[in-house]
Nanobody, 121 residues
Framework: QVQLVESGGGLVQAGGSLRLSCAASGSIFQVTTMGWYRQAPGKQRELVASITSGGTTNYRDSVKGRFTISRDNAKNTVWLRMNSLKPEDTAVYSC???????????????WGQGTQVTVSS
């Protein structure tokens, strides 16, 4: 079994910053791509940013220049630094990771429980 545990959400004023953390634990052989998704009320879940094990990053256009994703492979942890937050960034943010488990012969697409980010205007 593997799990992702997130932390760092909260309430912040527009223009403020937050940092989200997500740590994978359990019977991990290797963690591949890790990413952050968000879902606002009444909207579909969308990819915010992702990072491969080699460090290649990908961002949705609306967060480029404001958000930074990073990871520590040794700690199986990914962070999302969010600066210059806007009210439209308000959503539940969820961590996702592709994980090879056990002896490396089984792959699981794992999700965290989600953390609320609220940006007030």
């Amino acid at each position: 079994q593997v799990q992702l545990v997130e932390s760092g959400g909260g309430l912040v004023q527009a223009g403020g910053s937050l940092r989200l953390s997500c740590a994978a634990s359990g019977s991990i052989f290797q963690v591949t791509t890790m990413g952050w998704y968000r879902q606002a009320p009444g909207k579909q879940r969308e990819l915010v940013a992702s990072i491969t094990s080699g460090g290649t990053t990908n961002y949705r256009d609306s967060v480029k220049g404001r958000f930074t994703i990073s990871r520590d492979n040794a700690k199986n942890t990914v962070w999302l630094r969010m600066n210059s937050l806007k009210p439209e960034d308000t959503a539940v943010y969820s961590c996702n990771a592709g994980i090879w488990v056990g002896a490396g012969n089984r792959y699981t697409d794992t999700w965290g429980q989600g953390t609320q980010v609220t940006v007030s205007s």
